[in-house]
Structures are given as C-alpha cells and as structure tokens.
C-alpha cells in the first residue's frame, strides 16, 4: 500500500502539468486570436481599421492584467489554487464566448479588459502549485513544460485568421469559450491543491511557521527589501519587451515586411516562435535541472543564455526583408525565450520563500505587462508610421542592459528558499 501510494505521488505531480498545460493553451490561444483576426473583424466593426486603435484593444488587456496582478498573486498564497484556476478559466472562457456577440469597437474593448482581470488570476497560481508540486531536480523542466502550452496556445491562435476565413470570427470565438468553460468542469474533478507535508524533522514549530499565512503588507514589504528580487523584476521586465511585442506585433511586422496577407502572416509567425521556444524550453529546463546541481548559479547561466540569443534575433527581424531571415530570427528568438522564460520561477525560488511566490510572481507579472502595455502602444504608433521593423531592432539594447545586471548582481545561496 505505501509503495502504490509512493507511485502515486510521484506521478501526480506531473498529472498537475498536464491539466494546468492545457489551460496555458487555452489561457493565450483566447487572448492571442484576436491579433490575427484584426482584418477579419474590421470588416464588421471599422474601428479596428485603425493600427492606433489595433494597439489601444491590445493594450488595455495588459494594462488591466498588469495592474490586477499583484493581488492575483497574493489571493493565490491565501486561498485555493485550484478553485482560482478553475474560476479565472471559466470567465475568461465566457468573455471569448461573449466577443463573438459583439457588434462594436467599445463592446470589444470592455470584453478585453474583463479577460485581463481574469486571466491575471492563472499564472502566479498556476506557477506557485507547480513550483510546490516538484520541489526536487526536475522544477525548471515541469515549468517549462507547462510554459509549452502557452507557446502551443500562441500558435493555435495564430490560426484565429485562417478559421475566420473558413467560417467565420463570430463563431470562432464561440467555439473556442465553449471549450473552455467544458474543461473547467474536468479540472473541479481532477487538479487538487498542494498543501504542505511535513517530514519526519520538522518541529511542530517548523510546521506551524511554514502553514501560517503572511499578512499582505507584510508580504509585500519582505519582498520590495529583497535586493535581488528586484534585479529579478528588472530582468522581467525588459525581456517582457519583445515577449509582448511579438505576440501582439509579430503577425502584422511579417505581413508587412514579407508582403503576404494576414491568414499566412499569422500562422507563420506564431508558428515559428511557439516552436522555436518549445525547442528552447526542451534545452533550458534540462539544462539548468543539471547545471544547478554543479553550480547554484547554473539557472542565472542557463537564462542569460537565452537572453544572449534573442538580441541578434530581434535585430535581424527588425531590418529582415526576406522569408529566411524572418524565419531564421524568430527561431533564435523563440529558442532564447524559451530558454529565459522556464528559468523565471525556478530563478524566484532560490530567492523568495515558498508562502511568497505567488504574491512575488504576480509583481513580476504586473511590471512586465505594463513595460509590454507600453510597447504596444508605442509600436502601434511606430506601424502606423511604416517604422515597426525599427522599433524591435531597438529592443535588442534593452536585453543587452538586463543581461549585463542579471550576470553582474545575482548570486544565488540556495536553490529553495523556505
């Protein structure tokens, strides 16, 4: 019976991957299709005509998702993770359902800041149960693995254009926030919350300390003095540049540099980086697993890496005028994201105690959306003004400076804080 048990608990962990990848899928397929559905949807509602108008629906998901954030994270370190899920899963679904109802530019653009509050609730919760689910030499893979789907949910919705050809944008959107909410309903049956375990060292007094629940200010406060942890927020951020900027801008910087209309430009774009960064998170998480085992700074190597190949990258795609070179940069690009982007919360844990990191990711989450928020705007502006291709060449810089301090300041003592 122990040794059934044993398996047991050696297999759900990576069961709580595989529920949580699909939503990840879901999570950005909803928020990505509207990228490529711009033409298809301008047809019915003129104002998306407009790329200054484009980038104000686009941004005012991030600035709703950014600044809601925070408090996502806090809520997921006090309460369910699982019924957060579960219900950010569902009202999100719902708003993707209700999008293709919409008949005008203010309907959408209310519908997409509801989705931001929503979907703000998914990540810090998701990535906080994982982080708890694989304490042990496999967390950078088990997150990257679960970051997967999201990349998989960008190159789903890449096709958001290509199904509205075929029937039509209305009923893509239905379709896509039915399945949600249907899988909503399997998670309340399958995912269970992870709650501390303790062993056979641990005081009464140890238990107690690591199950009480910190006040929220005093969260916060422990969080903002950690020096390192803002070096973490920094690096966040910049690399949040070019991570939103492709997703939101990608699809267009291709058509117009390529000159291939949208239902080609978007599938290749998203393909091409949701591939790319899987390949990357296949190479990091293993790669950091082992690294760290060496070095504690293995995980900081193993994401400055990835922050290293995405600079040629977003230079090349900014001045590429051919399909191999688009190609080629975004396969960079996405293999160095991938890189990066597995190694975020592993990277937390080595400097932010367990009860905090939902709270600590939702920081991250809430400046990094903003920084993308504003980028967005900004290359809105930029493509309307035929200087799109510009404006991520000079995102390379960017990553350059968080490289230098991420390298220079981050100098890990253990590899799970308590």
Known sequence: MDAVKKRQGNIYPWVVVALLWVVALLNYMDRQMLSTMKDAMAIDIAELESAANFGRLMAIFLWIYGLVSPFAGAVADRFSRKWLIIGSLCVWSAVTLLMGWSTSFT?????RALMGVSEALYIPASLSLIADYHTGKARSFAVGVHMTGLYMGQAVGGFGATIAAMFSWQETFHWFGVIGIAYAVVLAFLLKDKRYEPSVADTGTKVQDRQAKIPVLKGFAMIFSNIAFWVVLFYFASSSLPGWATKNWLPTLFSESLGISMSSAGPISTITIAVSSFIGVMIGGPMSDSWVKRNLRGRIW???IGLGLMIPALVLLGIGHSMAAAVAAGLCFGIGYGMFDTNNMP????????????????IMNMTGVFAGA??????GKWADGGNLGFGFAVLAAVIAVALVIQLTVLKPVTDNME
Not at 353 to 358: H, T, V
Not at 374 to 379: A, F, H, W, Y
């Open 302 to 304: 193993t994401s400055a």
């Open 374 to 379: 504003l980028c967005t705007e900004v290359l």
């Open 107 to 111: 309907q959408i653009y209310w519908l």
């Open 347 to 362: 990277i937390l844990c080595q400097f932010v105690p367990s009860r905090l990191r939902a709270t600590a990711y939702g």
